[in-house]
């Protein structure tokens, strides 16, 4: 008897049923396939919709226009094709197999041949598809191992890592997110062979790889793993302090359900906590990898030894300084290295409840005393604001006025 997916409400929505509803309205298949018939048997909410289908890439365009379904030709040359309707994207896929591999891209055949498809796939999870019905079609037995935590390759390992490389870091990742118990051996071998070609990958995917793990819930044995298996030396050297990652990931788990909304899987905190404290090696894994400019500055800040644990510093001049997430951070950072005070619970409320108050002057009061404009209006302007920071806040426009025409007597 087939397995079935409990109906969930994205399959019913009018903006699915009516992609599906046009896809098989001249004699092709469409079935829902991958992450979001994975994660619906799991009972996990859903990232994306993702559908594969018998009928070839132009037909799905034709059918998609004629039924003015915005159509996105995403990977043309691979089959996919993007719709959106009602702002819902559907990613289509026609069925294909790999006749041809480098490690990074493959050339592929366009196929009507269900099994062939699944095969192509990295992980048996990842093959499950799913009709409008619900009813589940495995054909490498991803059922079982999605329902036991078992992240396993499809076929052979090495095979598959040759065609993929990115499989290697994928499979940590899955492992993160859906492994249970102990991961699969011939698997973490593959990966440890095929290790040394992690550096022949685009910088940007090895980057949402890590990122993405490190999202998981609970991260720490994959990334202790990749230690072990000698993964991170090819993509990440700079990982270091793994004492402070696994206390970080016991402070969160102990306060999260406390602070459901604050406290989430927060990829940059972990990433700060695992890397080196060394500014030099974040800035030289922030260029490699190609983080963001906005990441890159964040780990610097959440390293930056001159700044004390808000605890000692002054909670409300940290906070005003770099605001409540960050300073959530840096408390964590530092509960993780220090342990967890007693007062954490204040803490935390003050930095979830903190109304950043407003620096009663502006630039053109600095101006109206006959200051010329010019870097002296900043200065003075920050002489004050620093001084009404150390004063708590508590000056008000008419004291910062006079602490303007003080310092303006004296220069």
Request: proline share 5%; glycine share 4%.
């Given at each position: 008897?087939?397995?079935?997916?409990?109906?969930?409400?994205?399959?019913?929505?009018?903006?699915?049923?009516?992609?599906?509803?046009?896809?098989?309205?001249?004699?092709?298949?469409?079935?829902?396939?991958?992450?979001?018939?994975?994660?619906?048997?799991?009972?996990?909410?859903?990232?994306?919709?993702?559908?594969?289908?018998?009928?070839?890439?132009?037909?799905?365009?034709?059918?998609?226009?004629?039924?003015?379904?915005?159509?996105?030709?995403?990977?043309?040359?691979?089959?996919?094709?993007?719709a959106v309707i009602e702002?819902?994207?559907?990613?289509?896929?026609?069925?294909?197999?790999?006749?041809?591999?480098?490690?990074?891209?493959?050339?592929?055949?366009?196929?009507?041949?269900?099994?062939?498809?699944?095969?192509?796939?990295?992980?048996?999870?990842?093959?499950?598809?799913?009709?409008?019905?619900?009813?589940?079609?495995?054909?490498?037995?991803?059922?079982?191992?999605?329902?036991?935590?078992?992240?396993?390759?499809?076929?052979?390992?090495?095979?598959?890592?040759?065609?993929?490389?990115?499989?290697?870091?994928?499979f940590y990742r899955f492992?993160?997110?859906?492994?249970?118990?102990?991961?699969?051996?011939?698997?973490?071998?593959?990966?440890?062979?095929?290790?040394?070609?992690?550096?022949?990958?685009?910088?940007?995917?090895?980057?949402?790889?890590?990122?993405?793990?490190?999202?998981?819930?609970?991260?720490?044995?994959?990334?202790?793993?990749?230690?072990?298996?000698?993964?991170?030396?090819?993509?990440?050297?700079?990982?270091?302090?793994?004492?402070?990652?696994?206390?970080?990931?016991?402070?969160?788990?102990?306060?999260?359900?406390?602070?459901?909304?604050?406290?989430?899987?927060?990829?940059?905190?972990?990433?700060?906590?695992?890397?080196?404290?060394?500014?030099?090696?974040?800035?030289?894994?922030?260029?490699?990898?190609?983080?963001?400019?906005?990441?890159?500055?964040?780990?610097?800040?959440?390293?930056?030894?001159?700044?004390?644990?808000?605890?000692?510093?002054?909670?409300?001049?940290?906070?005003?300084?770099?605001?409540?997430?960050?300073?959530?951070?840096?408390?964590?950072?530092?509960?993780?290295?220090?342990?967890?005070?007693?007062?954490?619970?204040?803490?935390?409320?003050?930095?979830?409840?903190?109304?950043?108050?407003?620096?009663?002057?502006t630039g053109q009061d600095?101006?109206?005393?006959?200051?010329?404009?010019?870097?002296?209006?900043?200065?003075?302007?920050?002489?004050?604001?620093?001084?009404?920071?150390?004063?708590?806040?508590?000056?008000?426009?008419?004291?910062?006025?006079?602490?303007?025409?003080?310092?303006?007597?004296?220069?």
């Amino acid at each position: 008897m087939p397995h079935t997916l409990v109906p969930a409400a994205w399959m019913t929505a009018h903006s699915t049923t009516k992609v599906m509803s046009v896809l098989q309205s001249r004699g092709a298949e469409a079935r829902f396939v991958g992450g979001c018939v994975r994660d619906t048997l799991l009972n996990l909410p859903i990232k994306d919709i993702d559908i594969a289908t018998t009928a070839m890439p132009e037909q799905v365009v034709d059918l998609l226009i004629k039924n003015q379904i915005r159509a996105i030709p995403t990977g043309l040359e691979h089959g996919t094709i993007t719709a959106v309707i009602e702002q819902q994207p559907f990613e289509i896929t026609t069925l294909r197999r790999d006749i041809k591999t480098d490690g990074r891209r493959a050339v592929v055949k366009f196929t009507d041949n269900w099994q062939q498809d699944a095969e192509r796939r990295d992980f048996t999870m990842n093959a499950l598809f799913a009709d409008m019905q619900g009813t589940i079609y495995d054909y490498v037995d991803g059922y079982n191992d999605a329902l036991k935590g078992n992240v396993r390759f499809i076929g052979d390992a090495e095979t598959r890592i040759k065609e993929d490389v990115l499989r290697i870091l994928r499979f940590y990742r899955f492992f993160a997110l859906y492994g249970v118990g102990k991961a699969n051996e011939s698997a973490r071998t593959a990966c440890q062979k095929a290790a040394p070609t992690i550096p022949s990958l685009v910088h940007e995917r090895v980057q949402q790889e890590i990122l993405s793990l490190l999202e998981a819930n609970e991260p720490s044995d994959a990334i202790e793993m990749m230690r072990d298996d000698e993964i991170l030396v090819y993509c990440m050297p700079e990982a270091e302090d793994f004492d402070h990652l696994n206390n970080l990931l016991a402070i969160e788990s102990l306060l999260t359900p406390h602070w459901p909304l604050f406290i989430l899987p927060n990829a940059a905190l972990r990433l700060s906590a695992l890397l080196s404290k060394c500014p030099r090696k974040i800035s030289k894994v922030a260029v490699r990898l190609k983080f963001s400019k906005s990441l890159h500055n964040r780990l610097l800040a959440l390293i930056d030894t001159t700044r004390s644990s808000p605890d000692q510093y002054g909670l409300e001049k940290c906070l005003y300084e770099i605001g409540s997430e960050s300073t959530r951070d840096l408390l964590l950072l530092n509960w993780a290295k220090g342990g967890l005070p007693s007062n954490h619970e204040m803490l935390l409320s003050a930095a979830a409840n903190w109304k950043k108050p407003t620096f009663p002057l502006t630039g053109q009061d600095v101006l109206a005393t006959g200051t010329p404009a010019g870097q002296m209006v900043g200065a003075i302007l920050k002489r004050i604001e620093d001084w009404w920071v150390q004063e708590d806040f508590k000056p008000d426009r008419i004291k910062c006025l006079a602490k303007l025409q003080a310092i303006i007597s004296h220069t």
